[in-house]
Structure formats: structure tokens, C-alpha cells
């Protein structure tokens, strides 16, 4: 039994079409009836006619009865045609597959009663062989064609079901068109968005007529076409100026929020920094590489939000740099440094950079901006009109190696309208690099508050801040579409009423509904840690022009004030807070006024919440950019804030020129804690935790202990360490 139904599943695999994988049934235990395991014609015929062989023989030769082949091969036939009605194989496959049954068991019967081994039964056997390959061939072709005709026919039921979808659409648009507008569109074709979220209608225009037709009437047409709020009938320029491409978005995405998009992958100012996306969720890219840009949005429309997304884009960016002006405490550049500030190096980990690469919160910071971004447009001008020569290009080739510097002013452009002389002249050199600096790579991104009218009054922004942003946030006052973005009808600004949408324009893409993603501190933070290997480095070219003031940016007094928002609120400039006697003409942050017993001491004297936060500040910055050279000014000329210095005057600690030649009496502790250090030795700021001093203090001791040969100074950069004789 066992072989004549191993030698019927064989015939079944050799007989059947389809090709399904066979199912293992041991664990039932028992024979495996498979009918519908796979097989090739010619192998199948060859593996059934084989085992017919071997049960005719096999039967004979133990005198198994022949009737019982017979049984076989008819519940073989019935299984079969039983399986190939569930798999819908067509009437003549099944017949022929329970016939090849039949026939095999009956020439096995046929051949136990007579004798396998004649010339008749074997040369029956290869009959039957070849006729059983040539009907399984046949078959399979038969319902392969019958599979192939039902998938087409339903494809075409589903495609014939579409186009009726699209020429209805097609037919809706056109009568609307024409009853709204006047005008008879010829419809090519009609496109679903992807996201499912609108279509696009391709038309061609009536002789003479121009798509602006149909979009200074788009708000009629959305309200004809009773789409929900926040979508719109957009008409644009199709492949030449006879076609229109009609926009209609059906479902509202900007009322969602969606946040930054996880992926930071790189990009670059060629290939575009995404902004925000469309009604149809598409993202909008900005390219920047030679327009500045404009973002307009009235308080809580979402506008600093928007800020950190350019950031972010700029921050995975590698081949731009961005320095960035808020003279409002900063805050838009803020949590772009912080995270690199605070970051814990593991041990043999770099140190995280921060996501901006130059932060100014008051007007003599940025100044100093300024005139550096000047400066290096003007240098680069000269020192790169060979490279620019070898290119043939009169645009400086920016890529990681020379980066692009995007200038991002925060309320910039009520910078450019104030009538304040300081003000005026912060404007004057923002102007002065949006005129001189485009093919040299310094762009400026500004956002306003509002004042559209008086801000694009300035030709200078008109004719280089194409790229532009109006962040609605259903704000309407102040919010002059037309003059944001002229040339665009039907733009109104109830179509956005969410915050962080509104409406951007950029040379590459017309004006249109759009709305930014939402960023948060986290996501932003996560942003500085996994750019902070790629963001370029000023170029020693720019480098040189940019000077000092470029090179010392980080330098503990120039970021003092980012410890914490209170000391900011005392910046001089503001009038309080000026500096003692040696600080006179000190520019930027100047904490003296905190140990001073000034007006602000109340506020910030000795031992408060500042003083503390300055403190634990302070040992921050020293530890993370250790970038400043150690002051060999003397210390009222040192260009901003001396943190240090402040400390030294709250603890009265002798100046350098005071102290004994022996070193103050911490100096042997200080001294046997760098002897167990070891060749390793220790950093000042560690010997000054060690002995609980003022780093500055320790500094200086330790500065002239080595003088006197007591220690040795291994100097490495930030990882300067000083070293006891007996290891150095
Ligand atoms: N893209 C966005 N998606 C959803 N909600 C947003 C988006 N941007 C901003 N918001 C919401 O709007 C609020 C205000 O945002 P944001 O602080 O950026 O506005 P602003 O215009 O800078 O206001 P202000 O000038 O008062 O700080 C946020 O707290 C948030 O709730």
C-alpha cells in the first residue's frame, strides 16, 4: 500500500500545475496525500511511469492482488479532481489529471496480471510516459493563459473603474472651470496624490488663455467645489505656458501637527534643506545658495519653531555654517550650543559640537559678526578668484571644504527698519552682506514679527530674499500676502489658520500653502548629537579674514551669558551692569557688576542663584572648549567677559605678581596630588577641584610653580596637563 500510494503522490506532483510547496503532515503520521505538490511535465511523467514500474514488478513478485492498483489509481483520480476543483483548474486540466490516474492504474494492473517485464508492457509504459508528459505540458500552458487572461481582466475592471473616477473628476473640473472662470480646459489627465490627499488636474488652455485665470479665482473654486477648510484650488504653469497644473488638495494635512522628520540624514545648500510641506505632503526645500530668505510670522504663529527647523536643517547641513543674531537673550540659537555644553565626553569620545557655529545675543556680538562675514566675503573675493578661475565659475564652489556662512537673524528684519543709530547700524552691514556676499556664500535668512509692508519696502530684500515664508497662524493683521509674495492671487490667510502653517514661496516652487513640522528641546538635542561629527569648518581662508573675533568666539567670556537667562537680562547695552573701572570699553556680557555691590547686587550679588550658575557655568565652558588661550592679556584687556578673573576678585586671591615665590599655601597639596597622578598629570581644572580654588588662581600658581621648575608643563591644546617632575 505504502508504494503504490508513494507511486500515486509522485503521479499526482507529475500531474498537477501548480507548483505549492508540499506540507509536511508527520507529525499525523502516516502516508502524505498530497495532491497538490508540484512536479514538471517531463519529470512528473518520468517519476509517475517509474513508479508504476516498481509497483507492477514489486506486486508481482509478492503476488499482491492487481485489483488493488486499480483501487489506487480511481481514489487517486477522485483526490485529484477533488483538488483541482478547489484551486478552480479548468474542466479539461482536471479530466486529463484524473484520466493519467486512471490510465497508470491500469496499465499497473494490466502489467501484474500479464508481466511488467515484456516488450508490450514496457514499450506501453513509454506510451503512456510520453502521452502523460505531453497532457500535463499542455494543461499546465492551458491554466497558466487562463490565470494571465483573469489577472488582466482584472486589472482592467479596476483601471476602466479609475479612469470612470478620473473622467468624472475631469468632467467636474472642466464645467467648473469654465462656469467660474470662463475659460474651457482640455483635461490630459488627472493625478491621485500619493499621500491621498488631492490630485492634480494636467489641462490645456484655451487659445490665449493663462493658468492666472484660473488662480485669481481659486477661492472661488474651493468654495464651488465645497472642499473642507484649509484646502485649496492651486493653478500653476504645466510643461509650457498653453498647460496649467490645477492643484486641488481634498483633505486639510495642515491641521495636523507632524513633527521633524526622524531621519537626519545629511544634505547640502545644493540639493535643498526641507522647510515644511505642502497641502499634498510634499516636502518644500529651500535652496539657498544664492537667495537669502524671509519668514514672517506675528507671535505665536509658530515663528521660532520654524527658526529651530531651518536650524536643523542647517545643523545636518555639510557644507554650511550657521551663525546666528538674536538679540532677544539669544534664545533661538540657544538650544542649538547647550547640548554640546553640557554633554559628558566618554572616555576617547570627541567632544559633541554645538549645532550653530556662532551665537550672538547682543549688539556688539553681533557686530563683531558682522564685520567678520564681511571680512571673509571680501577676502574670499580675492583669495579664491584662482579656484574660482579653474572652476569657470563666478560662484565661489561651496562644499564641506569651503563652506556656505548662513547668517539667521532673529527679528533681523525689524533690525533693517529701526530707527535706533545702533540699530541703523547693525542694518547697514546686514544689507551690506546681502549686497556684496552672494557668489562669495553668505546668505542671511531674517524673520520679522510682521511690518511686511515696511519691510519689503527695502529693494534689497525684494530683489535677494526670494525664498519666503508667512507664518499665518490666523493672524491677519500685518500680513499682507500680496506683498509677500506678488504675482500670487487668492492666497488668503484664513486658509491657514493652525500654527506653524501659512503659506511659502520660493523661486523653484510658487507660492503656496504649507506648514512647518514641530520641534521640540529633545528632538533638537538629538539633532546636535547626530550631526555633530559632520558640521565643516571655516575654511583657513575665511578663517584669516574672520580674525580673532572668529577664533575666540567660544571663548568662556563671550558665552558666559548662556548659563543661564537672568544673567543675560543684565547685559551691558541694556544699561546695567556696566563694568568697573578695568573694564572700561569691555564689549559683551560683563559680570564684575555681580561682585561689584551695584544696584543688580541684590539681584546677583555673592553666593546667589547667578553667582552659582556662573560658577558651575564657568567650569563648564573651561572644561568643553578649553579653545581660549590662557590670558596673556593682562586682564582688563582681555576682550569680554574673564569669568575667572570675577572669581578671583570675590575670593580676593592675590594677583600673580603678588604671590610668594613658595606659592600660596595650597601649592604642596596641589603639588602631591599631580605627584600621584603620575606621567598622566592633571589638568588645571582638576588640580583647581582638587584644592577647591578658583581656577584662574590655580592657573597662575601653577603657571609659576613650573616657571620655578617644581612642575612641568606638557602643553597639548584643551588637554594640557601639568605633570610632577618625577613622572615628566
Ligand atoms: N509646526 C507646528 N505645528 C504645530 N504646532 C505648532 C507648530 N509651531 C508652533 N506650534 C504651536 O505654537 C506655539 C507657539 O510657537 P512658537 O513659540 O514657535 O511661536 P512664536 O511665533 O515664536 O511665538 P512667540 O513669539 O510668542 O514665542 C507652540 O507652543 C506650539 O504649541
Redesign the pocket.
Known amino acids: 500500500m505504502t508504494a503504490t500510494e508513494a507511486t500515486m503522490n509522485k503521479q499526482t506532483n507529475s500531474t498537477n500545475g501548480t507548483s505549492k510547496p508540499k506540507k509536511a503532515q508527520a507529525s499525523q503520521g502516516g502516508p502524505v496525500w498530497d495532491w497538490a505538490a508540484g512536479h514538471g511535465p517531463v519529470t512528473g511523467a518520468l517519476s509517475a511511469t517509474t513508479g508504476m514500474f516498481a509497483v507492477a514488478t514489486t506486486g508481482t513478485a509478492t503476488g499482491m492482488p492487481p485489483g488493488w492498483a486499480l483501487a489506487v489509481g480511481a481514489a487517486g483520480a477522485l483526490g485529484h479532481a477533488a483538488a483541482g476543483i478547489r484551486l478552480r483548474n479548468a474542466g479539461r486540466t482536471i479530466a486529463a489529471r484524473a484520466a493519467s490516474w486512471l490510465v497508470g492504474a491500469g496499465w499497473t494492473t494490466w502489467a501484474m496480471t500479464h508481466g511488467p517485464l515484456t516488450w508490450q508492457a514496457l514499450g506501453s509504459l513509454a506510451v503512456i510516459g510520453v502521452g502523460m508528459g505531453t497532457a500535463t505540458r499542455s494543461t499546465n500552458l492551458y491554466e497558466e493563459a487562463r490565470e494571465e487572461e483573469a489577472i488582466a481582466a482584472e486589472q482592467q475592471a479596476v483601471a476602466a473603474e479609475l479612469s470612470a473616477e478620473r473622467r468624472a473628476t475631469a468632467e467636474e473640473w472642466v464645467a467648473r472651470i469654465e462656469r467660474i472662470c470662463g475659460i474651457r480646459l482640455r483635461v490630459l489627465a488627472v493625478e491621485k496624490w500619493a499621500a491621498g490627499t488631492g490630485f492634480t488636474i494636467d489641462a490645456e488652455l484655451p487659445g490665449g488663455a493663462t493658468f492666472d485665470l484660473i488662480s485669481k479665482r481659486s477661492a472661488a473654486l474651493s468654495a464651488d467645489a465645497q472642499l473642507p477648510h484649509g484646502c485649496t484650488v492651486a493653478a500653476g504653469p504645466g510643461i509650457h505656458q498653453g498647460r496649467a497644473l490645477i492643484d486641488v488638495a481634498t483633505v486639510n494635512v495642515l491641521m495636523d501637527?507632524?513633527t521633524y522628520p526622524a531621519d537626519y540624514t545629511p544634505l547640502s545648500v545644493h540639493t535643498g534643506i526641507p522647510w515644511g510641506y505642502r497641502s499634498n505632503a510634499a516636502e518644500i526645500l529651500a535652496y539657498l545658495r544664492e537667495q537669502c530668505a524671509l519668514v514672517v510670522?506675528?507671535?505665536?504663529?509658530?515663528?521660532?519653531?520654524?527658526?529651530h527647523?531651518i536650524l536643523a536643517g542647517f545643523a545636518r547641513a555639510t557644507d554650511v555654517l550657521p551663525w546666528v543674531i538674536d538679540l532677544n537673550a539669544g534664545s533661538a540659537g540657544l538650544p542649538w550650543v547647550l547640548p554640546a555644553l553640557t554633554h559628558q565626553s566618554a572616555p576617547g569620545e570627541r567632544p559633541m559640537r554645538p549645532g550653530v557655529d556662532w551665537l550672538a545675543s547682543t549688539y556688539e556680538e553681533a557686530l563683531l559678526m558682522l564685520d567678520a562675514a564681511l571680512a571673509v566675503a571680501r577676502h574670499r573675493k580675492t583669495a579664491y578668484q584662482d579656484l574660482m578661475h579653474r572652476n569657470n565659475t563666478d560662484l565661489l564652489p561651496i562644499s564641506p571644504a569651503i563652506p556656505q556662512i548662513e547668517l539667521l537673524i532673529d527679528e533681523g528684519a525689524e533690525i533693517l527698519v529701526s530707527n535706533d543709530r545702533r540699530m541703523r547700524k547693525l542694518a547697514d552691514k546686514i544689507l551690506e552682506v546681502i549686497r556684496i556676499a552672494r557668489s562669495m556664500g553668505i546668505r542671511t535668512v531674517l524673520t520679522a514679527?510682521g511690518a511686511t509692508g515696511s519691510v519689503l519696502g527695502n529693494l534689497m530684500i525684494r530683489r535677494e530674499a526670494k525664498v519666503r515664508v508667512a507664518?499665518t497662524?490666523g493672524e491677519t493683521e500685518g500680513m499682507d500676502l500680496s506683498k509677500m509674495f506678488p504675482g500670487s492671487r487668492g492666497l488668503r490667510v484664513e486658509q491657514a489658520p493652525?500654527?506653524?502653517?501659512g503659506f511659502m514661496g520660493t523661486p523653484e516652487s510658487p507660492a503656496a500653502l504649507f506648514?512647518?513640522?514641530?520641534i521640540l528641546p529633545h528632538q533638537i538635542r538629538e539633532i546636535v548629537a547626530a550631526t555633530s561629527e559632520r558640521h565643516p569648518v571655516l575654511d583657513a581662508v575665511s578663517a584669516v579674514a574672520a580674525g580673532d573675533a572668529y577664533a575666540r568666539r567660544w571663548d568662556a567670556g563671550r558665552i558666559a551669558w548662556m548659563g543661564h537667562p537672568l544673567i543675560t537680562t543684565i547685559a551691558p547695552g541694556t544699561g546695567t551692569g556696566t563694568g568697573t573701572g578695568s573694564d572700561n570699553g569691555r564689549q559683551g556680557l560683563n559680570l564684575s557688576a555681580l561682585h561689584d555691590g551695584s544696584s543688580d547686587a541684590s539681584v546677583v550679588g555673592p553666593g546667589s542663584e547667578v553667582d552659582r550658575l556662573a560658577d558651575a557655568f564657568r567650569r563648564e565652558i573651561d572644561e568643553r572648549f578649553a579653545t581660549a588661550p590662557e590670558p596673556e592679556h593682562p586682564r582688563g584687556e582681555r576682550p569680554g567677559l574673564n569669568l575667572s578673573a570675577l572669581r578671583d576678585d570675590d575670593e580676593q586671591a592675590p594677583a600673580p605678581e603678588d604671590v610668594p615665590s613658595a606659592g600660596p599655601d595650597w601649592l604642596p597639596d596641589a603639588i602631591a596630588a599631580l605627584a600621584d597622578a603620575g606621567p598622566t598629570g592633571m589638568k588645571p581644572s582638576a588640580v583647581a577641584d582638587h584644592v577647591r580654588r578658583s581656577r584662574q588662581a590655580v592657573r597662575d600658581a601653577l603657571k609659576a610653580a613650573a616657571e620655578r621648575g617644581e612642575l612641568v608643563y606638557r602643553d597639548n591644546g584643551p588637554h594640557s596637563v601639568y605633570v610632577h617632575p618625577d613622572h615628566a
Do not use: D, F, H, Q
Open positions: 501637527e507632524r510670522g506675528p507671535t505665536g504663529s509658530g515663528k521660532t519653531n520654524m527658526v527647523i514679527l507664518l497662524g493652525y500654527k506653524g502653517a506648514k512647518t513640522w514641530r
